[in-house]
């Protein structure tokens, strides 16, 4: 290799180096993604983050993107070593970033890199973020609110409120795959089905004969037939059907055993985010240890309707869509109104394979 194509490589890379830096101030995602390789990797194992591929990296940027209320990197120059089409290197980092949820902190850190020349220039084959030093200290300083959520002078109009309608509304095709990238990069099992046909025969599919299943009380399981094959079907053992013919008054013990620790769960949810959370509602909660962990396996039918930005407007959709059609269905029934009383939100599956979420291209349930 030349001097010249030396010099022309050092600096290419360098460029990518800050054109990732820079993807990440305007939280511009899908640029942040193309920086990489088809095969890339972007690892970050003190927080822990594992993206391998461009769609699980821009899932993952998406969900870590969405919990910033403010967020600043400055990234130096480090060492560049060639190697033909391929280089390795270093680049230093300095941090200062506050969540939503109030965590923030100043560190410092080292992105551990490969590179690989391609036909689109050079790429990261590989970044590997490592953490130096960490102040948790509270920071004095603040973001301009209507710079918060974009880096620019206008608010991103992902991280604005979602009108009404967008609740009722099916996700596209491209957002239904970006739900389904999120989720996997966050541990659980998705699939993208056509209708509730198919995730009727899914579901048959992925439980074995035999096992015991709670189903939640869902629309989207009733108006599917799911719950009918499971709780009236006579291939497993369903748990709803026993609990019902237990007395409430002297059985509460067996029925809380029960519908705890089932070997499998079946339900939807109230909301799932582009980020890759589930969001769950509840007005006794009793349904809510079995989805969080107390079944062996679970499986959530999800309507296309049912994709939101982030968990701000997941919350959105609980209260102000699903509860007051909930709270209809409840009077009718019980001759009472519903209640939001204990929210689940899975935001990653620890046991990955134990979950299965299978998104509809249509709507259905509310």
Same mark, same amino acid.
């Given at each position: 290799m030349n001097d010249f194509q030396a010099t022309a490589d050092r600096v290419e890379i360098e460029a990518l180096r800050g054109e990732f830096t820079d993807a990440v101030m305007m939280r511009d995602r899908p640029r942040l993604a193309s920086l990489f390789t088809p095969d890339g990797v972007l690892r970050m194992p003190d927080i822990p983050v594992e993206q391998i591929g461009r769609e699980e990296i821009l899932a993952g940027g998406e969900r870590l993107q969405s919990q910033w209320d403010f967020f600043v990197q400055n990234t130096h120059p480090g060492t560049i070593l060639l190697d033909g089409d391929t280089a390795t290197g270093r680049a230093y980092v300095q941090e200062l970033a506050r969540t939503l949820d109030g965590r923030e +902190?100043? *560190?410092?850190?080292?992105?551990?890199?490969?590179?690989?020349? !391609?036909?689109?220039?050079?790429?990261f084959a590989e970044r590997v973020y490592e953490?130096?030093?960490?102040? !948790?200290?509270?920071?004095a300083g603040t973001a301009p609110r209507t710079a918060r959520d974009s880096g620019t002078d206008q608010v991103d109009a992902a991280a604005a409120p979602a009108p009404a309608a967008s609740f009722t509304e099916p996700a596209s095709a491209g957002r239904l795959k970006r739900v389904a990238a999120a989720l996997r990069a966050n541990g659980f099992a998705a699939e993208i089905l056509d209708d509730a046909a198919a995730a009727r025969a899914r579901v048959e599919e992925l439980i074995p004969e035999g096992a015991t299943v709670l189903t939640g009380a869902s629309e989207t399981l009733r108006l599917s037939g799911i719950d009918e094959d499971i *709780?009236? +079907?006579?291939?497993?053992?369903?748990?709803?059907?026993?609990?019902?013919?237990?007395?409430?008054? !002297?059985?509460?013990?067996?029925?809380?055993?029960?519908?705890a620790c089932p070997d499998v769960v079946v339900n939807s949810v109230a909301a799932v985010t582009e980020t890759g959370s589930l969001v769950l509602a509840s007005g006794s909660g009793s349904q809510l240890p079995a989805n969080a962990g107390g079944a062996a396996h679970a499986v959530w039918v999800v309507g296309a309707q049912k994709v939101v930005p982030d968990l701000s407007t997941a919350l959105r959709r609980v209260e102000e869509h699903a509860l007051p059609l909930e709270t209809v269905r409840a009077q009718a029934v019980y001759g009472m109104p519903s209640a939001v009383n204990r929210l689940l939100i899975l935001n990653a599956e620890?046991?990955? +394979?134990? +979950? !299965?979420?299978?998104?509809?291209?249509?709507a259905i349930g509310y």
């Open positions: +902190g100043l *560190n410092y850190a080292v992105y551990h890199d490969r590179y690989q020349r !391609t036909d689109e220039g050079w790429k953490v130096r030093y960490l102040d !948790t200290s509270p920071l *709780n009236a +079907g006579g291939r497993y053992e369903a748990i709803r059907p026993r609990i019902l013919g237990i007395d409430r008054a !002297t059985g509460a013990d067996e029925i809380r055993r029960l519908v620890p046991r990955p +394979g134990r +979950g !299965t979420v299978l998104l509809l291209r249509e």
